[in-house]
């Protein structure tokens, strides 16, 4: 892995009341134990990052708090709200939208029926209109089945497709993996402009230096656990930590 470099700061973040209140979550697929105790907390407005190397957890804890994982334990309160007990369609409901690494584009489908998939859960979706301004390239490939569009295209289609449910908390796992760096670049853009329209991001990220363009704080993550978490604006003084915790 390359060397971490310095990037420009995020915005300020989000002050007020947590969105988001995650205590001593524990989960486990079948009888492997992968969550530890996860304690962490997002505001309204602000982009979260979890940060660590393959296998530490970050994908569970999303998982986790979509509903995803079968056994879980602790507290996850959205909104002031408990859900560790909600099924996962329960907790779209309120407004969580989970874009997986995987993507889950039904190659089937065309862009404009992967899009009008799924159902409304909340007033203040995004329009096809809307969509179509941040990511031009979906509405130049609007008929082109899922199996025919490019991995940036497919990301860029799995994030319009959660931006149309009116979710406001959107949890994004590794949204640049694989990718171009001018599709990294348009993703950043848009993750920048999703926030100033006040809508709050989870990031799960393998790639630091996209991470810190567009992060207001960061939790690190290590054997199920988060053992360290600092603000973009700490972010200097916490280099040589990074180092070693990302084992780059």
């Known amino acids: 892995m390359a060397e971490i470099t310095m990037a420009a700061p995020a915005t300020t973040a989000a002050t007020g009341n ?13 009888e492997s134990h992968i969550l530890h105790g996860i304690n962490f907390n997002v505001k309204p407005g602000e982009v979260v990052t979890l ?17 995803i994982i079968g056994k879980r334990t602790g507290s996850i309160k959205f909104e002031g709200n ?10 779209a409901k309120q407004g969580i939208a989970f874009c997986p690494e995987e993507r889950g584009i039904f190659s089937s489908l065309d862009v404009k029926e992967n899009l009008m998939l799924p159902p409304t859960i909340r007033p203040g979706g995004l329009s096809l209109d809307q969509i179509f301004e941040l990511f031009p390239n979906l509405k130049e490939r609007l008929n082109s089945q899922g199996t025919k569009l490019s991995g940036g295209e497919q990301q860029m289609l799995a994030i319009g497709r959660i931006l149309r449910t009116g979710a406001r908390f959107l949890m994004l796992d590794e949204p640049t993996e694989g990718l171009a760096p001018v599709i ?7 993750i920048a402009r999703l926030k100033s329209e006040g ?5 799960v990220e393998q790639n630091f230096r996209f991470a810190a ?16 978490g600092f603000a973009n604006s700490e972010l200097s003084a916490n ?10």
């Open 18 to 30: 947590p969105i988001l209140s995650i205590e001593n979550l524990e989960a486990w697929y079948g």
């Open 51 to 67: 940060l660590g190397r393959n296998g530490a957890g970050k994908t569970t804890t999303l998982k986790s708090i979509m509903g």
């Open 82 to 91: 408990e859900i560790i007990k909600t099924s996962s369609d329960k907790i």
């Open 184 to 190: 990294i670049q348009q993703i950043g853009h848009t």
């Open 199 to 203: 809508f709050t991001i989870l990031l």
């Open 213 to 228: 363009t567009v992060a207001d704080r960061y939790y690190i993550v290590e054997h199920g656990k988060i053992i360290d």
């Open 239 to 248: 280099m040589d930590k990074l180092h070693t915790y990302l084992g780059v």
